[in-house]
């Protein structure tokens, strides 16, 4: 097992010196959220992490939750970690004071986050859908809702869960049938099946409460007739818990995220499971897409953290282990080399060093821009509120497809020893690769930025886009070393712009099915373009720190960002051209070619 899973070095330096977190704290609504306990949190996240999670990664992988008799079974960890998140206030902790949270800033907690699924994903998967569906519930559901599972969520004690997809409907929401019938107690009689539900059940779980998508009995077809319940396991009648008909049919066998199971659920086979409609009818979808773009980002620090842990693990082997010789020197009585000293393996290690640091700072820039739709009002607001819905499909997309690369590379680099268990790497291979099909696919992430969030108020999110990147441009362009760099990426920013036009132009003149063919193509550009952004902010910071002249540790940290925005800009930012190029042809050849010339 390897020793170390984060860089908390760079981790403070993302949010004290390239978004300066503890300026948040002007705004009364943050006050308390100073740089010393903004540093403080993150300390004690990582000494959960150090406690709690890494020491059973592997473990939860190899004792895998299993169904027996009708009970899930999990690691005994689970319960531990639940309960130390609990009371260390971790799942309310964004909730304001008013509400029993600690009104922790967004970009603390996607700080924090990183770390807990660094340390291990499988469980940190636990109270994050537990802090989402109870979060759901304060912001939409009843005072007797709030009042009746809110307190129990947050506490750990009882599991939340999001629970959309169904056998026959998969990402087609307007699909599902799982039906809700009023009941005269204002209960609704909900019958079903769900898949694909993330810690579902579990022995260790007090309850499991469900914020489920159904449709009533007589409602508008499609999403229009979509609404949100609460559909506990165990439901509270008179003081105890009594059992709800939701029952657990089935584990899936995973290729990774072992540790945390996925449920196959059946509702009412006695006709007796009684859900709570949430907020209005027939508007259950745009509830829960609150809790999904917060899941959706949470998936690119997901995924950035599995990039961290992978990288962290390479290098330790890199650094440890002795192989060959410099071509140059083939002597057998010289002693052999550290493979780290090899160029191909420092570019597998910058490259997985660019796509982490990178990632990072671009989920935390979207956890940024969240705190500062919260506290501010009119134009600013809704600016903040533009470019956080604009990004918010890129900070999933990106970062969870690049981590496949990145963690393939981290196996990579061990050579045989990084496909054998013996070292942790093939299991962050395995466990990232859901990420880029969790809370919607890569090709749904693509289609909903270039038809709802590219167009959305004429545009004016992308201007804002623009505007933010220009200003990092126009900053590192007054410094020697980064000017090639800020304008590389100004012409990578001018493309996008010619591609962006002529794809709006397509959507206007012809079919969906035309200006949405290569979306994913539009997704992969924008997402390098988006991370260039974000290095070129961070090797600005590093340059004028070198600038001002740190030294020791402080020189070699700071030219170790130089030397991942170098590799950034000068390996994966070209990569754009070709992409643009693509998207401005003309040629339609996955819409035009048969289904029989692939079969």
Same mark, same amino acid.
Request: proline letters at 4%; hydrophobic letters at 40%.
């Given at each position: 097992?390897?020793?170390?899973?984060?860089?908390?070095?760079?981790?403070?330096?993302?949010?004290?010196?390239?978004?300066?977190?503890?300026?948040?704290?002007?705004?009364?609504?943050?006050?308390?959220?100073?740089?010393?306990?903004?540093?403080?949190?993150?300390?004690?996240?990582?000494?959960?992490?150090?406690?709690?999670?890494?020491?059973?990664?592997?473990?939860?992988?190899?004792?895998? $939750?299993?169904?027996?008799?009708? *009970?899930?079974?999990?690691?005994?960890?689970?319960?531990? /970690?639940?309960?130390?998140?609990?009371?260390?206030?971790?799942?309310?902790?964004?909730?304001?004071?008013?509400?029993?949270?600690?009104?922790?800033?967004?970009?603390?907690?996607?700080?924090?986050?990183?770390?807990?699924?660094?340390?291990?994903?499988?469980?940190?998967?636990?109270?994050?859908?537990?802090?989402?569906?109870?979060?759901?519930?304060?912001?939409?559901?009843?005072?007797?809702?709030?009042?009746?599972?809110?307190?129990?969520?947050?506490?750990?004690?009882?599991?939340?869960?999001?629970? &959309?997809?169904?056998?026959?409907?998969?990402?087609?929401?307007?699909?599902?049938?799982?039906?809700?019938?009023?009941?005269?107690?204002?209960?609704?009689?909900?019958?079903?099946?769900?898949?694909?539900?993330? +810690?579902?059940?579990?022995?260790?779980?007090?309850?499991?409460?469900?914020?489920?998508?159904?449709?009533?009995?007589?409602?508008?077809?499609? *999403?229009?007739?979509?609404? &949100?319940? *609460?559909?506990?396991?165990?439901?509270?009648?008179?003081?105890?818990?009594?059992?709800?008909?939701?029952?657990?049919?089935?584990?899936?066998?995973?290729?990774?995220?072992?540790?945390?199971?996925?449920?196959?659920?059946?509702?009412?086979?006695?006709?007796?499971?009684?859900?709570?409609?949430?907020?209005?009818?027939?508007?259950?979808?745009?509830?829960?897409?609150? /809790?999904?773009?917060?899941?959706?980002?949470?998936?690119?620090?997901?995924?950035?953290?599995?990039?961290?842990?992978?990288?962290?693990?390479?290098?330790?082997?890199?650094? @440890?282990?002795? =192989?060959?010789?410099?071509?140059?020197?083939?002597?057998?009585?010289?002693? =052999?080399?550290?493979?780290?000293?090899?160029?191909?393996?420092?570019?597998?290690?910058?490259?997985?060093?660019? *796509?982490? @640091?990178?990632? &990072?700072?671009? %989920?935390?820039?979207?956890?940024?821009?969240?705190?500062?739709?919260?506290?501010?009002?009119?134009?600013?607001?809704?600016?903040?509120?533009?470019?956080?819905?604009?990004?918010? $499909?890129?900070?999933?997309?990106?970062?969870?497809?690049?981590?496949?690369?990145?963690?393939?590379?981290?196996?990579?680099?061990?050579?045989?020893?990084?496909?054998?268990?013996?070292?942790?790497? @093939?299991?962050?291979?395995?466990?990232?690769?859901?990420?880029?099909?969790?809370?919607?696919?890569?090709?749904?992430?693509?289609?909903?930025?270039?038809?709802?969030?590219?167009?959305?108020?004429?545009?004016?999110?992308?201007?804002?886009?623009?505007?933010?990147?220009?200003?990092?441009?126009? @900053?590192? +362009?007054?410094?020697?070393?980064?000017?090639?760099?800020?304008?590389?990426?100004?012409?990578?920013?001018?493309?996008?712009?010619?591609?962006?036009?002529?794809?709006?132009?397509?959507?206007?003149?012809?079919?969906?099915?035309?200006?949405?063919?290569?979306?994913?193509?539009?997704?992969?550009?924008?997402?390098?373009?988006?991370? +260039?952004?974000?290095?070129?902010? =961070?090797?600005?910071?590093? =340059?004028?720190?070198?600038?001002?002249?740190?030294?020791?540790?402080?020189?070699?940290?700071?030219?170790?960002?130089?030397?991942?925005?170098?590799?950034?800009?000068?390996?994966?930012?070209?990569?754009?051209?070709?992409?643009?190029?693509?998207?401005?042809?003309?040629?339609?050849?996955?819409?035009? %070619?048969?289904?029989?010339?692939?079969?």
């Amino acid at each position: 097992m390897a020793k170390e899973y984060v860089n908390m070095r760079n981790l403070r330096f993302v949010l004290h010196e390239v978004f300066a977190a503890e300026n948040l704290s002007k705004n009364p609504y943050y006050a308390d959220y100073t740089k010393e306990v903004i540093d403080m949190t993150i300390d004690t996240a990582k000494k959960l992490g150090d406690e709690l999670f890494f020491p059973i990664y592997t473990e939860m992988d190899k004792k895998k $939750p299993h169904l027996e008799n009708g *009970v899930v079974t999990v690691h005994d960890g689970v319960r531990k /970690m639940m309960d130390a998140m609990g009371e260390g206030g971790w799942i309310a902790a964004s909730a304001s004071l008013e509400e029993g949270g600690q009104q922790m800033p967004g970009t603390l907690y996607a700080a924090s986050n990183f770390i807990f699924h660094a340390a291990n994903t499988s469980a940190a998967s636990y109270f994050g859908l537990t802090m989402g569906s109870s979060d759901l519930i304060r912001s939409f559901g009843s005072k007797e809702l709030n009042e009746t599972y809110v307190p129990q969520m947050d506490s750990g004690k009882w599991q939340g869960t999001m629970a &959309l997809t169904e056998p026959d409907a998969g990402s087609s929401l307007g699909d599902i049938t799982t039906s809700a019938e009023p009941s005269e107690d204002g209960s609704y009689k909900i019958k079903g099946q769900k898949i694909f539900i993330s +810690a579902g059940d579990y022995h260790s779980a007090e309850n499991v409460v469900h914020l489920m998508l159904a449709k009533i009995k007589g409602g508008p077809v499609g *999403v229009k007739g979509i609404s &949100l319940f *609460v559909v506990p396991k165990h439901r509270p009648e008179n003081g105890t818990l009594v059992n709800n008909d939701v029952i657990s049919a089935g584990v899936f066998g995973k290729m990774g995220m072992k540790g945390c199971p996925i449920l196959h659920l059946s509702m009412g086979e006695a006709d007796n499971c009684k859900g709570w409609l949430v907020g209005e009818p027939h508007k259950g979808l745009s509830y829960m897409f609150k /809790m999904m773009n917060g899941a959706r980002i949470s998936v690119g620090m997901m995924s950035t953290a599995l990039c961290s842990a992978a990288y962290h693990a390479s290098l330790e082997y890199c650094n @440890e282990r002795p =192989q060959g010789r410099p071509v140059s020197n083939k002597d057998p009585l010289v002693p =052999q080399s550290l493979i780290i000293e090899y160029a191909d393996v420092k570019r597998m290690l910058l490259f997985q060093k660019a *796509v982490t @640091e990178g990632c &990072l700072s671009f %989920v935390t820039q979207c956890a940024y821009y969240s705190d500062m739709e919260k506290i501010t009002e009119g134009a600013e607001k809704e600016k903040y509120n533009l470019l956080l819905n604009l990004l918010t $499909p890129i900070a999933k997309a990106y970062p969870s497809e690049m981590s496949v690369l990145s963690t393939s590379a981290a196996v990579q680099t061990l050579g045989g020893a990084g496909y054998c268990d013996d070292f942790p790497l @093939e299991q962050y291979f395995r466990d990232t690769r859901i990420n880029p099909i969790y809370e919607g696919t890569t090709g749904i992430q693509a289609m909903d930025l270039l038809a709802r969030k590219i167009p959305m108020k004429m545009g004016q999110g992308l201007m804002h886009y623009a505007a933010e990147i220009n200003q990092t441009i126009a @900053e590192a +362009a007054g410094i020697e070393n980064l000017k090639t760099h800020a304008e590389n990426l100004a012409k990578a920013m001018q493309k996008f712009t010619e591609v962006t036009m002529k794809l709006m132009g397509l959507a206007q003149s012809q079919a969906p099915e035309i200006f949405l063919a290569d979306a994913t193509l539009f997704l992969e550009n924008v997402g390098i373009v988006s991370i +260039a952004w974000q290095w070129l902010k =961070q090797g600005t910071v590093a =340059q004028k720190a070198l600038t001002a002249g740190a030294s020791g540790e402080e020189h070699n940290f700071y030219q170790g960002k130089l030397a991942a925005m170098n590799y950034f800009f000068l390996y994966e930012l070209p990569k754009s051209a070709p992409l643009c190029e693509r998207l401005l042809s003309d040629n339609r050849l996955t819409l035009d %070619v048969k289904k029989e010339y692939i079969n």
